[in-house]
């Protein structure tokens, strides 16, 4: 036998053993703490897709973090693969550009320096180092393939990694750009390049799909440079880019 059942009496009312009260708020608690865990990293996700909601917009501009590419406009996508984003090459699939990572490394002169720095004070970044030549962005910020050095005609494109904003580490590449949503207006950039200082203030912020290559071209009619994350936080289904001019003194 199992079990037994044992009747309650006026001298005896709770027969058998009684689960004491902290016992029985153990499981309410574990369920309120997975409840919190589950709402703290769906919400900066949640938050950021509704923060320009419209009410009758049809439009979700959402991409599939893995590729996808139409061979012609009246066929399906055909999906590719899974990317992997600690490449700078896979973060903007079908770019030409993207060769030139896997090219040879061309000698340098001296010129040329292998890295040089970014910081935005008001994401507390400061000497953020950017790859000229390596596309690693566990490792470094990367500058994308034959474009602009930093005080020339043209745009810098720099990609960095993001994360969840509460994993946010200045020190840790895989998380250096998780605030830079959050970048307003008229905040400055400060690039260190060769023994030079370049400021360069943000004049506007926006987001694109992977497949949207126009926001690598180069405007050689100003000075220029462009910041680029993957968004919404946590995710790589859009692209934000932050566009700042050079500052003149």
């Known amino acids: 036998m199992l079990y ?22 153990i499981p309410t608690l574990i369920s309120a703490l997975g409840l919190g865990i589950l709402g703290a990293v769906a919400y900066p996700v949640v938050s950021y897709q509704f923060k320009d909601f419209k009410l009758f917009n049809t439009d979700s501009g959402l991409l599939s973090p893995s590729y996808y590419e139409s061979k012609a406009s009246d066929q399906e996508p055909i999906i590719l693969s899974g990317l992997d984003y600690t490449k ?6 079908g770019s030409t550009q993207n060769d030139l990572f896997s090219a040879p490394k061309p000698k340098n002169d001296g010129s040329i320096p292998e890295f040089y720095t970014i910081s935005i004070p008001s994401l507390g970044l400061t000497d953020v180092n950017v790859a000229l030549f390596d596309e690693d962005l566990t490792k470094h910020l990367v500058q ?28 840790k590449y895989t998380t250096v750009f998780s605030t830079l949503p959050k970048i ?49 936080p946590g995710t790589t289904l859009r692209r934000l ?9």
Do not use: M
């Not at 126009?214 to 910041?227: E, G, M, P, S």
């Not at 880019?241 to 003194?249: G, K, N, P, R, T």
């Open 144 to 171: 994308y393939p034959q474009t602009a050095l930093p005080g020339q005609l043209g745009s810098p494109v720099i990609f960095g990694h993001s994360t969840l904003p509460q994993f946010f580490d200045p020190k």
């Open 4 to 25: 037994g059942y044992k009747k309650a009496t006026a001298k005896d009312p709770h027969p058998g053993k009684r689960i004491p009260v902290y016992l029985k708020t």
């Open 184 to 232: 307003k207006a008229g905040s400055d950039i400060f690039v260190n390049y060769n023994g030079q200082e370049y400021t360069y203030r943000v004049t506007n912020t926006i987001e694109v799909k992977p497949s949207e290559l126009w926001v690598l071209k180069q405007d050689y009619n100003a000075k220029t440079i462009k910041v680029i994350t993957c968004v919404p």
């Open 241 to 249: 880019v932050v566009e700042a001019s050079l500052i003149e003194y």
């Open 88 to 93: 700078a090459s896979s973060w903007f699939p």
